[in-house]
C-alpha cells in the first residue's frame, strides 16, 4: 500500500489548526513534517505578521528548514492582487505594522484618511484597528475607492480560544458601505497557485484544518486536498460540508503523511460500512480491524461519502459500536 506522501511533489500546509494551536505545535506535527523530505510552503491567513517572524516561530518549534521564502502570508498575496488590479500607488491600508511595510517595501505611499484620496483601501488583520479607522475605509469606499481584503476568516485561533478575525472587522466595512472586498487569502485559489509556484510542485497536497478556506481554496485551485482533524472543524462539519469544501483525504493527524492513502481516504472500510435507507445514512460495524484506527475516525471516514451524496447529517447507528463511535464525533 502506498503512503500518502509518495503521490505528491510538494505540501502547502495551513499553519493555525493544523501545524501549531496558541503558539504551541500540536501533537505529531512537527516530527511529520520533518521527515516528509519534500518541498514545504507555510500559508496562511493570518496578515498580521511578517513572514520572517512565522519562520522564526516555525523554527522555534523544531521545523528547521522554515525560512521566510517557505511562508507566505495574505498580506503578502493581498499586495499581488493589487499589482494586477489597480494602477495607482495610493493605499488606505488598514493592518499591522508588518503588512505596512511590505506595502511600502512594494512601493506605495501609505495614508490614513479618505481624505487623501487613495488608489485603494486594503484590510488585513490587527488587533488594534477601531472604529476611526474603519470609519476612514467607509468613507473612500463609500466614494469609490477600490476595496480589497487580505483574507475574510471570520475567526482567528488564540491560546484562549477564537477571537474575532479580520473577515468579521471586514464586515463592521461591509456593512456601512454594502460594497464587498476582493480578498486574496483562503479560500480564492490563487494564494495557493503562488504557493505551488513556490514549491515548484507539479502536484501539491494543501493540507488544512478547515473547510471554509483550506479545503475550498485547495479544491477551488485544482489540487488534492487533506483535513486534519486538529483543528476549527471537525467531524459534524466534515459530514455537512457542500460539496466545494469535501476534502480528498480525511486524517486524525499528519502523521497520515505517512501513512497508506487507504487508511484515509473516504468510502474505505476500516471497521464500519454505511448506506443510505429511508432518508438516513446507517452505520453499522464490519469485521475489519486496523491497529491503531480510532473507531471514531474510521466512522467518519465511512459514513461521510455517504451523508455528501444524499445531502444529509442525520446518522443512525445499528450496533454499539457505530453507536459508541458516533457519540466520539
Not at 66 to 78: F, G, K, R
Not at 214 to 231: R, Y
Not at 295 to 311: K, S
Amino acid at each position: 500500500m502506498s503512503r500518502l506522501i509518495d503521490q505528491f511533489d510538494g505540501l502547502l500546509f495551513d499553519l493555525d489548526g493544523t501545524v501549531y494551536a496558541g503558539g504551541q505545535a500540536i501533537e505529531h506535527a512537527i516530527e511529520s513534517i520533518n521527515d516528509a523530505e519534500l518541498p514545504c510552503i507555510y500559508v496562511t491567513n493570518n496578515a498580521s505578521r511578517a513572514p520572517e517572524v512565522v519562520a522564526e516561530q516555525l523554527r522555534g518549534l523544531g521545523i528547521g528548514a522554515a525560512s521566510a521564502d517557505s511562508v507566505l502570508t495574505s498580506a503578502q498575496a493581498a499586495l499581488k492582487l493589487l499589482r494586477e488590479s489597480i494602477g495607482g500607488h495610493k493605499l488606505l491600508l488598514l493592518g499591522s505594522q508588518s503588512f505596512r511595510d511590505l506595502a511600502e517595501a512594494e512601493g506605495y505611499t501609505l495614508v490614513d484618511s479618505a481624505d487623501e484620496r487613495p488608489d485603494a483601501v486594503v484590510q488585513g488583520h490587527n488587533p488594534d484597528t477601531g472604529w476611526r479607522q474603519l470609519s476612514e475605509a467607509a468613507l473612500a469606499i463609500r466614494a469609490g475607492v477600490p476595496y480589497f481584503a487580505s483574507n475574510l476568516d471570520t475567526t482567528l485561533p488564540q491560546e484562549r480560544g477564537l477571537m474575532v478575525g479580520n473577515g468579521s472587522m471586514v464586515a463592521a466595512v461591509v456593512s456601512a458601505t454594502g460594497v464587498k472586498p476582493k480578498s486574496a487569502g483562503k479560500p480564492a485559489p490563487d494564494m495557493l497557485r503562488i504557493s505551488a509556484e513556490l514549491a515548484q510542485a507539479k502536484r501539491p497536497l494543501v493540507v488544512g484544518d478547515r473547510l471554509d478556506t483550506d479545503i475550498q481554496g485547495g479544491n477551488a485551485a485544482g489540487f488534492k486536498t487533506l483535513q486534519v482533524l486538529t483543528g476549527v472543524h471537525g467531524p459534524r462539519d466534515v459530514i455537512a460540508a457542500p460539496a466545494e469544501q469535501r476534502p480528498d483525504y480525511l486524517a486524525v493527524d499528519l502523521r497520515c503523511l505517512h501513512d497508506s492513502v487507504e487508511l484515509i481516504s473516504p468510502g474505505a472500510d476500516l471497521g464500519f460500512s454505511a448506506e443510505f435507507v429511508d432518508g438516513e445514512v446507517q452505520l453499522q460495524s464490519t469485521p475489519m480491524q486496523v491497529a491503531g484506527q480510532p473507531a471514531w475516525h474510521a466512522a467518519l471516514l465511512a459514513a461521510a461519502p455517504v451523508c455528501w451524496e444524499h445531502q444529509t447529517v442525520s446518522v443512525k447507528a445499528l450496533d454499539e459500536k457505530a453507536k459508541d463511535a458516533i457519540s466520539s464525533w
